[in-house]
């Protein structure tokens, strides 16, 4: 393995020691050597922190982890390992959810997209229930997914599938970065500021269709996970978010 892995995957963790699967982490990385996992313990309360360590000693130079001593949220977890996977002087960085609802194994896949469309400069994962894949999803959850997601699309001006997949993979760039410099206004909908905040800044360097940098894959495979600390309630919270990010980036 190199000095500097081509790929380096943000995990942000909270309350995640008894949802963990290490072995899968392991096994990813034995056969994947080029990508580096930077595990971010959110102020986690349980064992989170010793079992990331733990995971951390099986994965040798493929593992880090990142402590914040309080808990701040998934959104700033996410900031902070983004930042520090910078510095890791990787050509591609993203983040990923600690449960593997969307596993390990679709990570090859978003690589592909970015080394042979130079063109674009994102890759979302999008939770498209075609036949031939595996996406395993609360009908409820789906339906309430599908409405704000119809509202960010409307709000972005854009044709966005599915913002809310916890896979993400950017190019590693200066704009990227930029992306994650200040933290978000928002908490839950911070993957629709995330593009809104691309939308200013291509405006404002005079460049052209946001919609022509970011690619939706549509995930081969993706489960719900029990334990996930979305609710339905925060449906209506999310809604409140998007108005947040109109008034701050796209008025």
């Excluded at 690589?111 to 595996?134: D, K, N, P, Y």
């Excluded at 599908?146 to 760039?173: H, N, W």
């Excluded at 939308?199 to 269709?209: F, H, K, M, P, V």
Aim: charged residues 30%; neutral net charge; glycine residues 6%.
């Amino acid at each position: 393995m190199s000095d500097y892995p081509e790929t380096a995957i943000v995990v942000p963790c909270y309350n995640e020691a008894a949802r963990l699967d290490a072995d899968a982490f392991v096994q990813f990385a034995a056969e994947h050597p080029s990508v580096r996992f930077v595990f971010v313990d959110d102020g986690s309360t349980d064992t989170t922190r010793e079992t990331l360590h733990a995971l951390s000693d099986r994965l040798g130079p493929c593992g880090e982890v990142l402590s914040l001593d309080v808990n701040q949220g998934k959104a700033e977890a996410v900031r902070c390992g983004m930042l520090h996977a910078f510095d890791l002087d990787c050509s591609r960085v993203g983040y990923w959810d600690a449960d593997l609802a969307t596993p390990l194994t679709e990570i090859p896949r978003f690589v592909e997209i970015l080394s042979t469309r130079s063109e674009r400069f994102v890759v979302f994962g999008a939770r498209v229930q075609l036949l031939g894949r595996r996406i395993t999803r609360r009908r409820a959850r789906h339906y309430l997914g599908r409405v704000f997601a119809t509202a960010a699309s409307m709000l972005l001006a854009l044709p966005v599938y599915d913002t809310q997949c916890g896979a993400k993979l950017f190019r590693a760039e200066p704009r990227t970065r930029a992306l994650f410099e200040a933290p978000f206004v928002v908490t839950w909908t911070f993957d629709v500021e995330l593009i809104a905040r691309l939308i200013a800044g291509e405006r404002e360097r005079g460049g052209g269709d946001v919609g022509e940098l970011i690619y939706e894959l549509p995930l081969d495979a993706w489960r719900d996970v029990e334990g996930s600390k979305v609710r339905p309630r925060d449906f209506l919270r999310a809604l409140f978010e998007l108005l947040r990010i109109r008034k701050r980036y796209l008025r």
